[in-house]
């Protein structure tokens, strides 16, 4: 790992994954007792925030996995839970990396140095709300419609193939309904490139709402219904 100071807004600290190697532990195992300390401060109403702070990483299989962001006071509980050598060791290294933190970090001072300060934290938001909306637009991509814009699909076919057939009582409706059903629901499928309609995406909806309303037959059908039905006008 890439041994790294972080820095949260104006607060200086130090990643866990760090803090981990600092005193020879294994990550996950530092993760657990970390919180736990959460728990218990939290449960007594103390804000674990000013000790730990959630983040996350990417690790080399390209998966993001959970991590904490310690500040000096994070570190000095961790500190006094390790005795000995390694709790003296791990006193200095973390108290030496703050004291480079607090040399790096420049104070704005000036209204200019305050300006600039306010311009880059703006800009850092509004790249975290392009990269959020960035992950809600995918989401949307990937999810289909729900049971009622189902039953809706269901209902817009039905009523396009009874206008099609020239109503529910018609001679075409109950010869060749069934066969037309199929035909829509083929179209509709091979439209979307989808293996049901079930599968529409919710970013699709209102288009599979107006290709269902316009959907027509081909031309030898459209012929079969009207004999069909003229057939029968003709005998009465």
């Known amino acids: 790992m890439d041994n790294q100071l972080m820095n949260t807004s104006a607060i200086e600290t130090i990643d866990s994954r760090e803090v981990a190697e600092m005193v020879d532990m294994e990550h996950k195992n530092l993760l657990s007792k970390i919180r736990k300390y959460i728990e218990i401060l939290d449960g007594?109403?103390?804000?674990?925030?000013?000790?730990?702070?959630?983040?996350?990483?990417?690790?080399?299989?390209?998966?993001?996995?959970?991590?904490?962001?310690?500040?000096?006071?994070g570190c000095e509980m961790v500190a006094n839970k390790l005795t000995g050598e390694k709790g003296v060791i791990f006193t200095a290294k973390y108290v030496n990396r703050f004291e480079e933190m607090e040399k790096q970090i420049k104070i704005p001072k000036t209204d200019r140095e305050i300006l600039l300060l306010s311009v880059?934290?703006?800009e850092e938001t509004a790249?975290?709300?392009?990269?959020?909306?960035?992950?809600?637009?995918?989401?949307?991509n990937t999810l289909?419609?729900?049971?009622?814009?189902?039953?809706?699909?269901?209902?817009?076919?039905?009523?396009?193939?009874?206008?099609?057939?020239?109503?529910?009582?018609?001679?075409?409706?109950?010869?060749?309904?069934?066969?037309?059903?199929?035909?829509?629901?083929?179209?509709?499928?091979?439209?979307?490139?989808?293996?049901?309609?079930?599968?529409?995406?919710?970013?699709?909806?209102?288009?599979?709402?107006?290709?269902?309303?316009?959907?027509?037959?081909?031309?030898?059908?459209?012929?079969?219904?009207?004999?069909?039905?003229?057939?029968?006008?003709?005998?009465?």
């Open 120 to 122: 880059k934290v703006q």
């Open 44 to 73: 007594s109403k103390l804000s674990s925030h000013q000790f730990f702070v959630p983040s996350t990483y990417v690790n080399n299989q390209n998966k993001e996995q959970p991590c904490y962001l310690l500040t000096k006071k």
């Open 144 to 236: 289909t419609i729900d049971h009622g814009q189902q039953l809706k699909l269901q209902s817009i076919c039905k009523s396009r193939i009874i206008s099609l057939l020239g109503g529910k009582d018609t001679p075409a409706y109950k010869e060749l309904s069934k066969q037309l059903f199929s035909f829509i629901w083929r179209d509709f499928k091979q439209y979307f490139n989808i293996s049901s309609y079930r599968d529409c995406l919710i970013t699709d909806f209102e288009n599979a709402v107006n290709y269902l309303t316009t959907w027509t037959s081909d031309n030898n059908m459209k012929l079969k219904i009207d004999l069909v039905n003229s057939q029968t006008r003709l005998e009465i």
């Open 127 to 140: 790249q975290r709300v392009d990269k959020l909306e960035v992950k809600v637009n995918g989401l949307e």
